[in-house]
Nanobody, 115 residues
Framework: QVQLVESGGGLVQAGGSLRLSCAAS????????MGWYRQIPGKQRELVATITAANATNAADSVKGRFTISRDVAKNTVYLQMNSLKPEDTAVYYCNTVPASNNAWGQGTQVTVAS
């Protein structure tokens, strides 16, 4: 059974930084393409960054140049470094495989950016 546990969210001022972590179990992590998603209340969940098993990364245009995804295979953990945060980045952030496994969504971690 896949289990994903996100952490690292919080309240930060605009322009600040946060680093999110996601600990994964129940999957062959080193072979999985992983992603960070976010959901703003009233909106659909969106994929913001991905990292493949070969460590190729991609990011949505809205976060490109500000967010960096990385992974530590030894720790079965994927990270999201978020810099130059904006109020519009306020959301609940989740990690999951890409494509997402519907049974694997965790609780997410709340990120709130104050203006």
């Amino acid at each position: 059974q896949v289990q994903l546990v996100e952490s690292g969210g919080g309240l930060v001022q605009a322009g600040g930084s946060l680093r999110l972590s996601c600990a994964a179990s129940g999957i062959i992590f080193k072979f999985a393409t992983m992603g960070w998603y976010r959901q703003i209340p009233g909106k659909q969940r969106e994929l913001v960054a991905t990292i493949t098993a070969a460590n190729a990364t991609n990011a949505a245009d809205s976060v490109k140049g500000r967010f960096t995804i990385s992974r530590d295979v030894a720790k079965n953990t994927v990270y999201l470094q978020m810099n130059s945060l904006k109020p519009e980045d306020t959301a609940v952030y989740y990690c999951n495989t890409v494509p997402a496994s519907n049974n694997a969504w965790g609780q997410g971690t709340q990120v709130t950016v104050a203006s």
